[in-house]
């Protein structure tokens, strides 16, 4: 009787954490759910709120306004296949140099391919600012131009870190 008494217990402080651990990696993996939900659902709610932030610091007019989601919308989907392409570049860019004897034409290329792709969202930024640029007047461009010096201003979105307006680089 004792020694069934000892194996229960034995198991039952075995299975007891083990449990534990399960039932916190699978709330944990709940909750990781739901946070990334609120973020995708934070990222637009950031592009409308900035939109009306730009709408109100440059005092743009209704026409402006509408013209400014179009040109950013607009943006933002020629953008998003890219930024796709770009994660799948750099994520195959890892995996080949983290093999221990990583092909260097393979890395070579996948680098050139990261580049270029890295060239089209440079040029689509650029021309997202010129295209907004040429929708503002005057006194706007002059409020928009000094907020892109202090890091507040620019076409932000699926491209990364904005806020400074067209960054060229060679």
Do not use: C, Y
């Not at 709408?55 to 998003?80: C, F, I, M, N």
């Not at 929708?135 to 201003?153: C, K, P, V, Y």
Request: aromatic share 2%; net charge positive; glycine share 8%.
């Amino acid at each position: 009787m004792k020694t069934t008494l000892n194996r229960s217990i034995r198991i039952a402080r075995t299975l007891l954490p083990a449990l534990l651990v399960v039932a916190a990696t699978g709330l944990a993996a709940v909750e990781e759910g739901e946070d990334r939900q609120s973020r995708r659902g934070a990222r637009g709610d950031f592009a409308e709120r900035d939109a009306e932030r730009m709408a109100r610091v440059l005092q743009l007019t209704e026409d402006q306004k509408e013209e400014w989601r179009r040109l950013r919308e607009e943006h933002e989907a020629s953008v998003r296949p890219l930024v796709r392409q770009m994660r799948d570049i750099t994520e195959r860019l890892e995996t080949e140099a983290n093999l221990e004897n990583p092909d260097p034409a393979v890395v070579g290329q996948l680098e050139l391919d990261r580049r270029a792709v890295a060239r089209q969202l440079r040029d689509s930024r650029v021309q997202a600012h010129e295209d907004a640029t040429r929708l503002l007047d005057r006194d706007q461009r002059i409020r928009w131009e000094a907020l892109q010096e202090n890091g507040r201003g620019g076409f932000r979105g699926l491209s990364g870190p904005g806020g400074r307006g067209p960054r060229h680089r060679n």
